[in-house]
């Protein structure tokens, strides 16, 4: 589905703004940040200025730097609506887009080493913030043979991270984003994945969810309703037997508040996970509610 961002007013969309929430607490890996600007093509990566970005850049923390949702850690490129927003870049930024985006980069950069190949509202933006950086770009092209070999000369002074600790870095920030403040507790340190495509994340032989690529967030299995269970996050708690795959709001007791619609869940009962699902209710309208659908439950013990 499309995220269409057409005016300065598309700053304060729903999607945007709990985007820009959630990316306050996200965290860089390693001592250097690298921002980058965004493109027309999502998810970035498939875009050729990326592409060539990501030759040099792809073995340190990369941030793309956008309006109106701020930040994009390249992590979570591929979640919802970061992948499918659609939005004019002209480059000129209002006051309101430089000031969102510049806070969330200082914010995320704080203590960090900072390479920047930014031109026009993206380098606005982190001179409003950011203090001490490093800009590359050269005559407003970042993607010019000379901005290209200055970024590349410039990240060979500074430490790269190896691969598998991006792995676990980008399980971790996906769940983060996904589950809220403790998410990242959901995917453990020795945890794999097995897939081409879509990813099964699997610990001690169990599967605990899958990485669906199609909007870049977790599908539930049981192992993993589980930790969340233990987490205390998105949980469902009802007061009968679990014998469906839906579960009416009449008999929902308690709701994690933080739960909107589609939000993956964990169906509980007197501490013992009955299923996982998709939620069809906010998490007070579970609560509050005398009819209507609460949960779809798309796995459950039987």
């Known amino acids: 589905m499309k995220v269409i961002c057409s005016s300065e007013e598309s700053l304060y969309r729903p999607e945007a703004v709990r985007w820009r929430q959630r990316m306050e607490m996200m965290e860089p890996l390693g001592d250097t940040v ?14 050729k200025s990326h592409q060539k970005f990501r030759k040099l850049t792809r073995s340190f923390q990369e941030l793309i730097v956008t309006s109106p949702f701020g930040i994009c850690p390249r ?22 887009e430089i000031e969102e985006t510049g806070k969330l ?24 913030y950011v203090d001490d950086f490093v800009n590359v770009c050269v005559d407003e092209r970042p993607t010019s043979p000379d901005s290209l070999y ?9 430490q790269r991270v190896n691969r598998r600790e991006k792995t676990l870095h980008e399980l971790k920030s996906i769940a983060k984003y996904q589950f809220g403040p403790n998410g990242d507790k959901f995917i453990p340190d020795n945890v794999k994945t097995k897939g081409m ?5 699997l610990s001690d032989g169990k599967q605990l969810a899958l990485l669906n690529k199609d909007h870049g967030l977790y599908r539930l299995n049981l192992p993993g309703g589980e930790i969340l269970k ?28 933080n739960i ?10 007197d501490d013992t996970v009955l299923g996982v699902g998709k939620a069809i209710m906010t998490g007070r309208e579970m609560e509050e509610c005398g009819n209507g659908i609460g949960v779809k439950i798309k796995q459950r013990v039987k």
């Not at 980069?105 to 409003?128: D, F, T």
């Open 197 to 201: 495509y879509h990813k099964r994340i």
């Open 260 to 269: 909107i619609p589609n939000d993956e869940v964990v169906v509980v009962r």
């Open 230 to 257: 233990d987490l205390n996050i998105n949980v469902v708690r009802i007061d009968f037997d679990l014998t469906t795959n839906t579960v009416f709001a009449p008999g929902i007791v308690k709701a994690s508040n």
């Open 75 to 96: 992590e979570l490129e591929n979640t919802f609506p970061i992948q499918s927003y659609d939005v004019s870049t002209t480059g000129s930024w209002s006051a309101d």
């Open 150 to 158: 200055n970024l590349r000369m410039e990240l060979k002074k500074h």
């Open 34 to 47: 690298v921002l980058l600007p965004c493109s027309m093509k999502k998810p970035y990566s498939n875009s």
């Open 105 to 128: 980069i200082a914010k995320y950069c704080e203590g960090k080493q900072i390479v920047a190949n930014l031109a026009g509202g993206y380098l606005e933006s982190c001179e409003a």
